[in-house]
């Protein structure tokens, strides 16, 4: 089920990214025709490109997060016995959740709302700046979600593991 989830999870994003990254390339090649070929640059397309870099910068890392390509020190872990090393790897999701929770999700959904109630506006697509943080709490829930998953798979990967070796000595007897 959970393994399902996440598929669904990662496609969707996957294809997100895609998308993002496409229109991100058409815009600067639009931006490029439009300054050295028509000699009239297109007032947009720089800040779409800003913006577009900030969606994909976020969402890529929630991507690389779920997929766990993100940057890790393995060098303690990888000195660690296996259940040390299990229960570094649960402080390491929860921390992870932690961090998402708190500063991605309550404080990108704080600043969503004060810039949405202030009315800032940018200046040259004319959107609301709340629309375009609001890549930051929607980050931070597919990192809380990633996170869940990964734990959850730990818990019962040591749970699993303790029931096998719990029956093997009863057997053992």
């Known amino acids: 089920m959970l393994a399902k989830a996440k598929y669904r999870v990662d496609k969707i994003l996957a294809w997100l990214l895609i ?3 496409a229109a991100s390339v058409l815009n600067v090649l639009w931006q490029v025709f439009t300054r050295f070929i028509l000699k009239s640059p297109s007032s947009y397309t720089e800040e779409l490109a800003r913006y577009l870099l900030i969606w994909v910068g976020l969402l890529g890392a929630s991507y690389a997060a779920g997929q ?4 890790a020190i393995d060098i303690i872990l990888e000195k660690l016995k ?5 229960n570094v790897e649960l402080c390491i999701q ?7 929770l708190f500063v991605m999700v309550f404080g990108g959904f704080r600043l969503v709302v004060i810039t949405l109630h202030l009315n800032q506006i940018s200046a040259a697509l004319q959107i609301k700046l709340g629309y375009v943080y609001l890549v930051l709490p929607i980050s931070g829930l597919l990192m809380m979600f990633y996170a869940g998953i990964f734990f959850i798979e730990k ?16 057997k053992g007897v």
């Open 19 to 21: 998308v993002l990254m």
């Open 68 to 71: 766990k390509m993100h940057l």
């Open 94 to 100: 929860i921390i992870i959740f932690l961090f998402a």
């Open 155 to 170: 818990v019962r990967g040591i749970t699993e593991r303790s029931v096998e070796h719990q029956t093997g000595i009863i």
């Open 82 to 86: 296996s259940k040390t090393k299990k």
